[in-house]
């Protein structure tokens, strides 16, 4: 069985086996230095990319793509990085390496299609974290549906992971809970209709 998060390899071969998730994780890093690092224009980035409600409505429908990719604080860079690095593998080596792609951004989108369809039009966000969740919801559908892919321990880790990473969503300060819902459940649903596929 391949293994599910025991990650052993260094970032040259961890960018050979898993180029999906290493695009992912670069675009994630090269956006945070344009908008942290000294001498770059972050006011006007984050202006122009920022996720805000209010500029989608307008016709900017850019800004459902552009906020998976940009993060506050490098903590929240961190989490959602190791996240990705942790649980991407898996499913990059089980959808391959375009459907992965599509995978993770398509659960983005919906993440922030949640966030704006529920949310005021005040409202603004930015962060993979609903990507993230898409990914987790995509384990829980194999623990439910396609337990033999991942094993019975693997399986109960998920279902725990799963109760914990939603009941802290509803915990937290500052989280957007409709990102975390929205991710997640496009995940679970997108994996129930890939069940036949998934290697």
């Not at 649903?189 to 596929?197: D, N, S």
């Amino acid at each position: 069985m391949f293994p599910l998060f025991e990650r052993n390899e260094n970032l040259s071969n961890f960018h050979r086996n898993y180029p999906a998730a290493a695009i992912l994780l670069s675009l994630n890093i090269l956006s945070f230095l344009l908008t942290h690092l000294p001498g770059m224009p972050a006011a006007l980035l984050y202006e122009k990319l920022y996720g805000v409600n209010l500029y989608i409505s307008n016709g900017e429908y850019w800004r459902l793509i552009t906020p998976i990719f940009l993060h506050g604080s490098f903590s929240h860079l961190v989490l959602n990085c190791f996240s990705l690095a942790v649980l991407g593998p898996f499913i990059e080596r089980s959808l391959g390496v375009r459907l992965f792609l599509i995978f993770y951004l398509a659960s983005g989108i919906s993440a922030n299609l949640a966030t704006y369809w529920s949310r005021p039009l005040t409202f603004t966000h930015i962060g993979s974290s609903g990507a993230v969740f898409g990914l987790l919801g995509f384990y829980l559908c194999l623990a439910l549906f396609k337990k033999e892919r991942l094993g019975s321990h693997n399986s109960k880790m998920i279902l725990t992971l799963s109760v914990i990473g939603l009941t802290m969503t509803f915990l937290q300060p500052q989280i957007n809970i409709a990102g975390h819902i929205g991710g997640f459940l496009f995940g679970f649903l997108l994996t129930l209709a890939l069940l036949k596929v998934i290697s």
